[in-house]
Nanobody, 117 residues
Framework: QVQLVESGGGLVQPGGSLRLSCAAS????????MAWYRQAPGKQRELVAA???????NYVDSVKGRFTISRDNAKNTVYLQMDSLKPEDTDVYYC???????????WGQGTQVTVSS
């Protein structure tokens, strides 16, 4: 019943921008911490950006100043605004949701981001 549905991925040229969205259903969204991860084939999944239920954010060093995570609790949606994209940003991006106190964790199916000229 819990679903995290990502959208907004696609092909973009270096220096371009994309905005990823993750629409959550089946959870009490406002109590969940949310995050974006990314993973290339054969590589480890890494945390890109996170936003807590209280609105605190953190980012992996490689995207600081370029990516912005935000959430809209009224829409049960978390966003990842990606600017100044680089080829090394090419990955499948996954939405992640966690209710720490309740021990609940959920993953989206992923959306492909390709940065290439």
């Amino acid at each position: 019943q819990v679903q995290l549905v990502e959208s907004g991925g696609g092909l973009v040229q270096p220096g371009g921008s994309l905005r990823l969205s993750c629409a959550a259903s089946g959870i009490i969204f406002n109590i969940y911490d949310m995050a974006w991860y990314r993973q290339a084939p054969g590589k480890q999944r890494e945390l890109v950006a996170a936003i807590t239920s209280g609105g605190s954010t953190n980012y992996v060093d490689s995207v600081k100043g370029r990516f912005t995570i935000s959430r809209d609790n009224a829409k049960n949606t978390v966003y990842l605004q990606m600017d100044s994209l680089k080829p090394e940003d090419t990955d499948v991006y996954y939405c992640y949701s966690e209710w720490r106190r309740g021990g609940r964790r959920y993953w989206g199916q992923g959306t492909q981001v390709t940065v290439s000229s």
